[in-house]
């Protein structure tokens, strides 16, 4: 009787294992998306008892829709084909190389793709990704090239009494040479955190690609948490494991803006670093192209080349701070001070492109200098992706306009 149990339960793990192969290797593998030669792309889901199934995602034609913040564009979405093995298909027309992200819709239920290992999470959202190659794609990618090295590590800010997680990207060869770098401060959108430029920016792709070609210079990119309240991206702090959201207390109200020395702190006193000046860079997205506006204007002697990535442009006129005070006399000061390139770039259906148009009025009517890119689209991470590859071309060193 001593002997039966431990028999029995090698029997139960041999079946289950048995099962298990045959539901790996038995049935007709399914490729989900599958990049054709003419560069369609076809989408596979197995749901032999769904209803409906669709597809939503940045490769089809958008939708608008009101929100809180204004007129925004989505995704548009497109139906699946059930065959009589209870597979829905769908084949896109043909696509621009790019990045492309998607999701299913089954019986009105989002998921992802089972057969898509390649994930993104944006907010609370996670979607699945894929490439189509060429043009623009090939910077996304990773390619045969020397390849830099990226570290999540954790700095102290004094000023926010907190221990803070950040994401720095080194540049190829960093650890085996004694060189001395410029930094480039590349930060998120409102509901991000340190890991959104590294996963959905494709950071490390973009600069180990762009430095390989000899179009942009080796530089360190320092990627920070630019949520004030928060210590690192949800679960990856002391709180654990919660669901992300964009309401954050001292969103866009200084605190980050305030704090943001300890960072350069950090970073100057770690890393090699040419920590002057002519060798420091900001630029951002949404939410960080306005930290990006206002840190460089609050310490207006510290950035040569200043990035705004569809920014949004003023705060909230209920928020007081002394980050935002005195901002025409601020912005003149920085002007003064010298700046080698303000580089201003935003989508031609983006909710937030009438306040950029207002702003670039202010810029000229004080004679301040700078560059402007518009684009299709709107406030999208395709836009922001092609931005940073341009951005990172036209700093360290100076490129004229």
Excluded at 374 to 395: C, M, P, V
């Amino acid at each position: 009787m001593k002997t039966f149990f431990p028999f029995l339960a090698m029997l139960i793990f041999a079946t289950i294992q048995l099962n298990a192969q045959q539901a790996l290797w038995g049935g007709t593998p399914i490729i989900s998306p599958e990049v054709n030669s003419n560069k369609t792309v076809t989408f596979r889901f197995q749901a032999p008892n769904a209803d409906s199934v669709f597809i939503t995602g940045d490769f089809l034609p958008t939708a608008k829709y009101n929100s809180q913040w204004g007129e925004i564009d989505i995704p548009g979405r497109a139906m699946l084909v059930k065959d009589n093995n209870g597979t829905w298909s769908f084949t896109s027309a043909v696509l621009e190389p790019n990045l492309y992200s998607y999701s299913f819709i089954v019986d009105g239920l989002i998921t992802t793709d089972p057969n898509n290992v390649y994930k993104v999470r944006d907010v609370a959202s996670v979607f699945d990704v894929f490439i189509v190659d060429g043009g623009v794609a090939d910077l996304y990618k990773v390619n045969q090239v020397p390849h830099g090295s990226v570290t999540r590590c954790w700095y102290n800010s004094p000023t926010l009494e907190k221990q803070r997680r950040i994401t720095i990207y080194t540049p190829p060869g960093y650890e085996n040479n004694n060189e001395k770098y410029p930094v480039l401060y590349l930060l998120h959108g409102m509901g991000g955190d340190e890991e959104a430029w590294i996963a959905l920016g494709r950071t490390a792709q973009i600069i180990d690609n762009l430095i390989a070609q000899g179009k942009a210079q080796p530089m360190i990119v320092v990627m920070p948490n630019g949520n004030a309240a928060q210590e690192a991206a949800p679960g990856e702090s002391s709180l654990g494991m919660y669901k992300p959201t964009m309401q954050l207390p001292n969103t866009m109200d200084g605190t980050y803006e305030n704090s943001f020395k300890d960072i350069i702190s950090f970073v100057e006193n770690n890393y090699r670093v040419k920590a002057e000046k002519s060798c420091r860079a900001i630029a951002g997205l949404s939410m960080g192209g306005f930290h990006s506006l206002h840190i460089s204007r609050f310490y207006p002697n510290t950035f040569d080349y200043v990035g705004l990535f569809s920014a949004a442009i003023m705060p909230d006129e209920k928020v007081k701070s002394k980050v935002y005070e005195n901002f025409d006399e601020t912005l003149s000061a920085q002007m003064n001070n010298g700046v080698q390139l303000y580089w201003i770039g935003i989508g031609k259906t983006d909710f937030l492109y009438q306040a950029n148009v207002d702003y670039r009025k202010k810029l000229d009517s004080m004679g301040f200098k700078y560059m402007y890119i518009e684009t299709e689209g709107g406030h999208t991470w395709d836009n922001w992706r092609k931005y940073l590859s341009e951005f990172a071309t036209q700093i360290f060193p100076v490129k004229k306009f």
